[in-house]
Nanobody, 125 residues
Framework: QVQLVESGGGLVQAGGSLRLSCVAS??????????VAWFRQAPGKERELVAS????????YYTNPVEGRFTISRENARNTVYLEMYRLKPEDTAVYYC????????????????WGQGTQVTVIV
């Protein structure tokens, strides 16, 4: 059973930055064999994909609202994926989650692991 632990969220003023981390444990296969992604869920809204990164880290995908402001990266040796967020906006306020897929398609992620607790990001004006 894979466990996901997200961290790094917090309260930040608009224009600020945060760095999120997600560690996956209990995965029997090599972490580098899956595409990993960050999702977010704002109050009253459905969970949505934010960014994804391919097996080796050489390919990334960002949704329009975050492209140019967020950077996803991974450290396979530590089973960890990161999300660096810059120029944060109030509309970025959400609980952020990570997950994975075995697909090579970065724009469509069908999560294969149970969701973790997520980490809350709150951006204030």
């Amino acid at each position: 059973q894979v466990q996901l632990v997200e961290s790094g969220g917090g309260l930040v003023q608009a224009g600020g930055s945060l760095r999120l981390s997600c560690v996956a444990s209990g995965y029997g296969r090599t972490f580098s064999s899956v595409t990993v992604a960050w999702f977010r869920q704002a109050p009253g809204k459905e969970r949505e994909l934010v960014a994804s990164i391919g097996w080796t880290g050489g390919h990334t995908y960002y949704t329009n609202p975050v492209e140019g402001r967020f950077t996803i990266s991974r450290e396979n040796a530590r089973n960890t994926v990161y999300l660096e967020m810059y120029r944060l906006k109030p509309e970025d306020t959400a609980v952020y989650y990570c997950n994975a897929d075995r697909t090579e398609s970065l724009a469509t992620i069908n999560p294969i692991w149970a969701w973790g607790q997520g980490t809350q990001v709150t951006v204030i004006v």
